[in-house]
């Protein structure tokens, strides 16, 4: 049997029994209450739902609304602030363009004065060039001009020259015979020494002598035996007497070069106060042919020596008229100085005593060639008189006395 269900009553708490088809009823009963309430729930939330959709896009068109406001409203405020931040920018650039357009023009004001100073410079810099150029060129004038008087000069005294060697030889033959008869014994024993000393006694003897004739207006002061210095003193002058300096020589006959010489002269140039050192040498070192400047000595052989001493002469006069006409401009005499002692002042020297060799080496082969034609015609000159004297003998064999007479080959015991 199955059990009893009791329901309290929920007032009085009486416990009402209950049957089974009772019990289903109000089971099937509350079901269907159930089913209906969860029916509506589900309307309801259906409904819900919808109106939660319908709300949710309602409030998804206002939140797009209200955005798109303040979007507006933000594009507008950032417009109005860009505005007002490009009108404060434009401001202050302005500001900042007028303060640097102002600095540009007070530079440039600088820079257009700068320039002008620059360009007085140049100016000033050019036009001392161009005197400097204009003097330049007025000095290589003059030494052209002189040059050329001196070449002429040597032309005229090639001939001259050559006497004096022949003379020179005539001198040294008789000293050395004056010297044999003397002290025979003494030369056998010391016959290299003595020879070279004698020979060289004869070349200093020669070359003042040959200085007093091609310098006349110079004063040739012989240094005496045994006194220490140089051999021979030049002091340069002009016609009226005035002083130009002095060239200091040493001269030396031996058979080999001693380059202690050279610091002696050099030496001996600053003791004499000399302006220009000339070693007269028999024997040229390896490196020099003919004539050179080495270590501030200029050495020469005994034929050059004449053509050296004319030309540093002349660059003697030349310093002191440019030493008259600069007085005072201690810049331009520092630019003076540094030409005469440069590398280009010494090659011109070198140049001009060259064509000097040159010219006296083709005047003594122009000398020889005309000798030797002179020789032929005088040759052929002497056969053709020959030749035609003994045609007029035979002619006069035949003819006698009726043959003209010639009075310029007629003896004058043949005339009586």
């Known amino acids: 049997m199955s059990e009893i269900q009791f329901i309290v009553c929920p007032e009085c708490g009486t416990k009402i029994p209950i049957s089974e088809a009772l019990t289903q009823q109000i089971r099937q009963q509350f079901e269907n209450e159930l089913q209906k309430k969860l029916e509506d729930l589900n309307r309801q939330k259906a409904e819900l739902s919808v109106k939660l959709e319908e709300k949710e896009k309602s409030l998804n068109e206002i939140l797009q609304r209200k955005e798109k406001e303040l979007r507006e409203k933000f594009d ?17 650039a302005r500001a900042n363009i007028e303060l640097e357009l102002e600095d540009l023009k007070r530079q440039n004001q600088e820079y257009l004065e700068q320039l002008q100073a620059a360009q007085k410079v140049e100016l000033e810099l050019r036009s001392e060039r161009r005197k400097i150029e204009e003097e330049k060129r007025n000095i290589e004038l003059a030494l052209a001009r002189r040059l050329d008087e001196e070449r ?15 003379r020179l030889q005539s001198l040294e033959y008789e000293k050395k015979l004056s010297d044999m008869q003397k002290a025979l014994e003494e030369a056998q024993r010391k016959a290299t020494t003595k020879s070279e000393r004698f020979v060289g006694e004869l070349q ?12 006349p207006y110079d004063e040739i002061q012989e240094v005496p035996k045994g006194t220490m210095g140089a051999d021979i003193i030049q002091i340069v ?19 080999t070069f001693n380059y202690d010489w050279i610091s002696k002269l050099k030496d001996d140039v600053i003791k004499a106060q000399g302006n220009f050192g000339i070693l007269v040498t028999y024997t040229l070192p390896d490196e020099i042919q003919s004539f050179d400047l080495k270590d501030g000595v200029w050495i020469t052989n005994f034929d050059n020596c ?71 015609r005088e040759m052929q000159i002497k056969r053709m008189t020959e ?23 007629e003896l004058p015991y043949l005339e009586e």
């Open 76 to 92: 507008q405020e950032l417009l109005d602030i860009q505005k007002k931040l490009k009108s404060e920018l434009e401001k202050q």
């Open 152 to 166: 002429e000069k040597l032309i005229a005294s090639v001939q001259k020259e050559f006497q004096e060697r022949i």
């Open 204 to 215: 200093e003897i020669d070359l003042e002598q040959r200085m007093r004739e091609f310098f």
């Open 237 to 255: 002058k002009d016609k009226t007497g005035r002083v130009y300096g002095k060239i200091v020589w040493e001269s030396k006959r031996t058979k």
């Open 306 to 376: 004449l053509q050296l001493a004319n030309v540093l002469r002349m660059n003697l006069f030349e310093i002191k008229r440019i030493e008259r006409l600069l007085e005072g401009k201690e810049a331009k005499m520092s630019q003076i100085y540094h030409y005469l002692s440069s590398d280009l002042f010494r090659n011109k020297i070198i140049s001009v005593l060259e064509s000097y060799k040159s010219m006296q080496l083709q005047l003594d082969k122009e000398k020889k060639a005309y000798m030797k034609i002179w020789a032929e």
């Open 387 to 409: 030749g035609t004297l003994s045609i007029l003998g035979d002619m006069q064999g035949i003819m006698g006395n009726a043959l003209p007479k010639i009075n310029d080959i």
